[in-house]
């Protein structure tokens, strides 16, 4: 059971989840970090540290955030692909999230 970032994440870019990885599964791609489903080891040490409460358990995904299962994937194809998932869920969807201060 990976992880999976999702919405509240776009544009916030806070590395706290990426720092505490310890095993380096999370990367940071064009509007927001995402989780490597093949490298996560499922230990829930970034949830805590998300300013934003966007990490949950893959079986935990709110429904209406399923699209996030595909682009956290889609780290495996490579961060034109993420960025490109993010953009058009983002537009589709009016996401409008702030960046936190000092981010």
């Known amino acids: 059971m990976p992880y999976i970032i999702s919405e509240a994440c776009i544009d916030i870019m806070d590395n706290s989840c990426i720092q505490v990885c310890p095993v380096d599964c999370i990367s940071a791609h064009g509007r927001m970090r995402v989780i490597d489903p093949e490298s ?11 300013p934003v409460e966007a990490i949950y358990p893959d079986d935990e995904l709110p429904d209406a955030l399923s ?20 953009d058009a869920y983002a537009s589709a969807h009016n996401v409008s999230n702030t960046p936190a201060e000092g981010k």
């Open 67 to 86: 699209e996030f299962v595909q682009i956290n994937a889609a780290v495996l194809e490579g961060t034109e692909q993420v960025d490109a998932l993010v």
């Open 40 to 50: 996560c080891i499922d230990c829930g040490a970034c949830v805590p540290e998300c």
